[in-house]
């Protein structure tokens, strides 16, 4: 993912007294979030703000950006620029700080988590915060890929079985170079086999040869993950013996 440099302004009370502020000395406020495009991705700005206290020397702030995908849960994500500790002028009155991000992910979800840290003249932290940010939605769908049903037939040599595996994409977008794997009694049958495109609503079956089951068979669709879906939990199919 790819970071825009920010900008960080430190200004001097006597240049810019403290503005009221919902969140208190501290608060978070999305001020763009563009929508996902083919060419570039999304992207969002954030603006994180904090004010001095009594007993303050020096401020300093750190972003850290959210994403969810379908049915997940928030995962921070680790970038370029991101994350770090960055530190107000000794003195500052107000702190402020401005962070772009492109590249996001169509149809997925992001916002920023904000730590707040005030410091003494002894360079000790005497005072914590903590705030979230707005939502920024890309939209656009996700696919959604599951295996829908495993057919089984005797093979051409003796103690073979050819397994024919459904797989479907229920989501709004189409997926690539999509991986289905198979294991039988724990095993793996050779190498997962790669559906270059499964547009949505579309299905295929792919066919794999192994050995005769004895225990369970267990088909996964996208088994490295690396395929964003809105809904993750119907990858995996996994029957006893046909």
């Known amino acids: 993912m790819r970071i825009r440099l920010a900008i960080v302004l430190a200004v001097l009370g006597a240049l810019c007294a403290p503005a009221a502020h919902a969140a208190g000395p501290a608060g978070v406020r999305m001020l763009s979030c563009t929508p996902w495009q083919e060419s570039s991705g999304g992207s969002v700005t954030y603006a994180a703000r904090m004010e001095a206290v009594p007993g303050t020397a020096r401020m300093s702030l750190r972003i850290r950006l959210f994403e969810k995908l379908g049915d997940g849960r928030f995962e921070r994500i680790s970038a370029d620029k991101l994350g770090i500790w960055r530190r107000s002028r000794p003195g500052a009155s107000v702190f402020r700080w401005e962070q772009s991000v492109d590249g996001l992910r169509r149809g997925a979800v992001y916002r920023v988590v904000v730590r707040y840290r005030w410091h003494n003249s002894d360079g000790e932290v005497f005072q ?3 705030r979230r940010s707005p939502r920024c939605n890309q939209g656009g ?5 599951r295996v829908a049903s495993i057919r089984t ?4 040599v003796e103690e073979t079985v050819v ?3 459904k797989i479907v994409n229920d989501g709004l977008s189409e997926a690539r170079n999509v991986g289905v794997l198979l ?3 724990g095993e793996v049958v050779d190498d997962a086999e790669v559906v270059d495109v ?4 579309e299905s295929r079956r792919v066919t794999f040869s192994g050995p005769v089951c004895r ?6 669709v996208d ?8 809904r993750e939990r119907d990858n995996v199919l996994s029957p006893s013996c046909l």
């Open 215 to 220: 225990e369970r068979i267990r088909v996964v």
């Open 141 to 145: 769908g996700l696919p959604n890929l």
């Open 183 to 185: 294991r039988i009694d």
């Open 223 to 230: 088994p490295k993950r690396l395929i964003a879906e809105s």
């Open 198 to 201: 499964l547009a949505p609503g």
């Open 153 to 156: 037939r005797q093979g051409d």
């Open 163 to 165: 397994y024919k595996v």
């Open 128 to 130: 914590k915060a903590r």
